[in-house]
């Protein structure tokens, strides 16, 4: 389950134990993001006008503050990509080195190293892992450049494309398990677009997808419920009759707009917030 707090430095940013983080604009918080990768391979996101590394920030909040001066932030898988809370340790430079140099990193023919339990397959002009990284060639010399874990750059469905459109999940999928039968799609188990892993993905029909998805027309049959909700930090509930009844009530107090199904969306998965704000159910 992804979990967020807040940065104590960064007053409108969170990050997750996922590794994505968010920022609050106009009211509301952004879609969360995984971060702008940069040619050394880790992610960064600016705020501020200045530049983080996303994985600071993770390990700041999640696991505390560093143990001594000279300690730094270590990717235990070696992937500077993957930033889970559960990937992170603080460590001093010469454990860092030690976990570089670590055995149980080995190397494919061509010289890019994997991930433990990493394996690689070739799909069209790209190659692809079971950890959901990718492989691409350089435009000049056609050698495989580093591995990388894409991101999504979508304005439109959030699904991380490479080399000429292709979309990762389906490369994914179709490299380890072969076509995609006719009237299925590939579907993200935890919901989550950039999490390209081969264990969170499996076939479904669009019925079962959309099943799985957060979707406005799912929440229907609650809409007259009665909510509570309250500001993220408050420990201090405010009761309305319905969804409908408490996005009125708070859009006309907070001059914000606060929408009935994001609401209802915020209430059926019991996480999550919307303007700042988390919502849950009252017990009938």
Same mark, same amino acid.
């Given at each position: ?7 104590? %430095? ?12 968010? #920022? %609050? ?40 503050? +560093? ?5 730094? #932030? ?86 991380? /494309? ?40 499996? /076939? ?15 929440? +229907?049959?609650? #809409?007259?419920?009665?909510v509570e909700g309250r500001p993220l930090g408050s420990h201090d509930w405010q009761q309305f009759k319905s969804q409908k009844h408490a996005a009125a009530t708070l859009t006309a107090q907070h001059n914000t707009m606060f929408r009935n199904d994001m609401i209802s969306r915020v209430c059926v998965r019991n996480r999550g917030t919307t303007n700042g704000w988390e919502f849950r159910f009252v017990p009938d």
């Amino acid at each position: 389950m992804e979990e967020w707090k807040g940065v104590a %430095f960064l007053t409108h940013v969170q990050v997750s134990n996922l590794g994505r983080y968010r #920022v %609050f604009v106009k009211g509301r918080w952004s879609d969360p993001q995984l971060g702008s990768l940069r040619p050394d391979g880790y992610l960064t996101g600016r705020f501020n006008s200045q530049q983080y590394r996303i994985h600071r920030l993770v390990a700041d909040v999640f696991l505390g503050p +560093a143990p001594s001066p000279d300690a730094s #932030v270590d990717h235990i898988n070696r992937d500077r990509s993957d930033n889970r809370a559960a990937n992170l340790r603080w460590s001093t430079p010469t454990e860092q080195a030690r976990n570089q140099c670590s055995k149980v990193r080995k190397r494919l023919h061509d010289g890019v190293e994997m991930l433990p339990g990493e394996i690689w397959r070739p799909y069209k002009a790209i190659q692809v892992s079971n950890m959901g990284r990718v492989k691409v060639r350089h435009q000049s010399s056609k050698q495989w450049m580093r591995p990388a874990t894409p991101v999504s750059r979508s304005k439109t469905d959030g699904y991380p /494309l490479v080399s000429n459109r292709i979309r990762v999940h389906r490369a994914v999928w179709v490299a380890f398990n072969g076509e995609i039968p006719e009237g299925h799609t590939v579907d993200h188990i935890n919901h989550v677009k950039d999490d390209n892993r081969l264990e969170n993905l499996r /076939l479904a029909t669009a019925k079962e997808q959309r099943s799985n998805q957060v979707r406005t027309g799912a929440y +229907a049959s609650t #809409v007259k419920r009665r909510v509570e909700g309250r500001p993220l930090g408050s420990h201090d509930w405010q009761q309305f009759k319905s969804q409908k009844h408490a996005a009125a009530t708070l859009t006309a107090q907070h001059n914000t707009m606060f929408r009935n199904d994001m609401i209802s969306r915020v209430c059926v998965r019991n996480r999550g917030t919307t303007n700042g704000w988390e919502f849950r159910f009252v017990p009938d």
